[in-house]
């Protein structure tokens, strides 16, 4: 089997229980959109954000840079894995300590919703801290399992963290109240504790699921042990710190727009400008699932074969085919806007403009993350901070020019042109 094809295989397993995941996950837009206001929808968008930004913090680098060392020494396999995973468990035990002594600031600031109570926002905030920290362990053993080729395994777990993560949102949206409303059997004990439409359920579901993963992921857990190498560490931690903040730029560049926008404009609209923002959005989460799909499988490939004497034009032929796929599929959702808007509600749609902008940042993304590969495997890491630095800068200029006048439509605009500014000029590099 050539090598392009069985990275084609491989990205398709990966892709499979990504895409299955995502699309699952997509169509509960459908019924947030339906139960939720605006306003509060923009709540959970903002939320959501910067447990995106958060995740990359807590992650530290250390899936790309386990890959990378696993590559430099392959006689030190369990050693690379062991201190990979005891960085990221440092990380997020100084990030647990921190955000708990400092609870009360941090949700006076990212409330957003005036009419949603501080102990409300508090509470969201608790959950998020726990499933972010849990979700940050989960990292190196689902990393391990890529590298032990066994997308199987890899793609059980995340379709189930999917379905206990939909299947209890559906029982909080759908189920309960049903119960309630019709006074079945239990209705009387739900009615003493349960709230209809309490976004917190949602962040509940969660950490739920993320727990659930934690869990399945035992057997690699267990292989874990205090045989750490303070030399392996210390270049680990030099290795990933530039893709740490390469990672957090480009999370800034995909999500600082939910985080600027309530804070630049009026009170009265922010929260309900996001969440039509947030909502259309999800439209191009599509593509956005080709482009995940395609980094997974791409990753540890990339790595496996950087050996080889004709690295160069595997990887070129790659990039090739995948401009093809993804410009295919930007057309096929683009012209099919009409039919994609029903997945959310109709008080949404005067939004909708913002999808072919955003699409088309995704596929400036994939083509980026393809011409990445240089610089990692180079070990020249910088040359991530450096790129996704300019892009944060570039996107905060923009977001700042065109939030307050053009609302939506700037936030599209900005995104394109972060995205362009990560491929102008990049090319393979051997």
């Known amino acids: ?55 990359a913090l807590l992650a530290f680098g250390m899936e790309t840079t386990f890959f990378r060392y696993l590559n430099k020494h392959e006689d030190k396999k369990e050693q690379v894995y062991n201190n990979a995973f005891a960085a990221i468990f440092v990380v997020t035990l100084i990030f647990l300590v921190g955000t708990l002594l400092f609870i009360n600031p941090i949700t006076r600031w990212i409330n957003i919703e005036q009419t949603t109570s501080f102990h409300d926002y508090k509470l969201y905030a608790l ?9 940050a362990w989960c990292v190196v053993p689902f990393a391990k399992i890529r590298a032990d080729g066994r997308p199987g395994r890899y793609g059980f777990i995340k379709i189930a963290n999917i379905i206990t993560f939909i299947g209890l949102n559906l029982v909080f949206i759908y189920g309960i109240p049903f119960i ?58 030099v290795y990933s710190f530039p893709i740490l903040i390469a990672n957090i730029s480009y999370i800034l560049n995909e999500n600082l727009d939910k985080m ?35 980094r997974l499988g791409a990753e540890p490939f990339f790595f496996s074969h950087a050996k080889n004497k004709n690295a160069g034009q595997t990887y070129a032929r790659i990039m090739d085919y995948f401009v093809i796929a993804v410009c295919v599929a930007f057309l096929g959702i683009t012209a099919n806007i009409n039919l994609l808007k029903y997945f959310i509600g109709n008080s949404y749609w005067v939004g909708l403009g913002v999808i072919p902008p955003l699409l088309f940042g995704y596929v400036s993304l994939g083509i980026y ?15 991530g901070f450096y790129i996704s630095g300019v892009g944060a800068i570039l996107t905060i200029v923009l977001l700042v020019l065109f939030i307050p006048k053009y609302i939506v439509s700037g936030i599209a605009i900005s995104f394109i042109g972060c995205f362009l500014n990560y491929i102008h000029d990049k090319s393979y590099k051997f």
């Not at 990504?18 to 139960?35: N, V, W």
């Not at 509060?40 to 954000?49: D, E, T």
């Not at 993350?369 to 040359?383: A, E, F, G």
């Open 1 to 55: 089997m050539s090598t392009a094809k069985k990275f084609a295989g491989q990205t398709a397993v990966y892709g499979l229980s990504t895409i299955a995941g995502r699309t699952l996950s997509f169509f509960l837009t459908f019924a947030y959109t339906r139960t939720y206001s605006r306003g509060v929808y923009g709540i959970f968008s903002n939320m959501f954000s910067y447990a995106s930004m958060l995740q």
């Open 127 to 135: 959950y998020f801290i726990v499933f972010l920290v849990i979700d």
């Open 180 to 237: 309630i409303r019709h006074n079945l059997p239990g209705s009387a004990w739900l009615s003493s504790w349960f709230r209809i439409g309490w976004l917190g359920y949602i962040f509940i579901a969660n950490l739920i699921a993320s727990s659930l993963t934690l869990l399945l992921l035992l057997p690699e857990l267990r292989k874990l042990r205090f045989d750490l190498n303070a030399d392996m560490f210390k270049d680990m931690f």
């Open 260 to 294: 600027l926008l309530p804070k630049m404009l009026p009170a009265a609209i922010s929260s309900e400008q996001l969440g039509i923002y947030a909502a259309c959005a999800k439209i191009s989460i599509f593509l956005s699932i080709f482009v995940q799909a395609f």
């Open 369 to 383: 993350m393809n011409l990445s590969v240089w610089y990692k495997l180079s070990d020249q890491t910088r040359y």
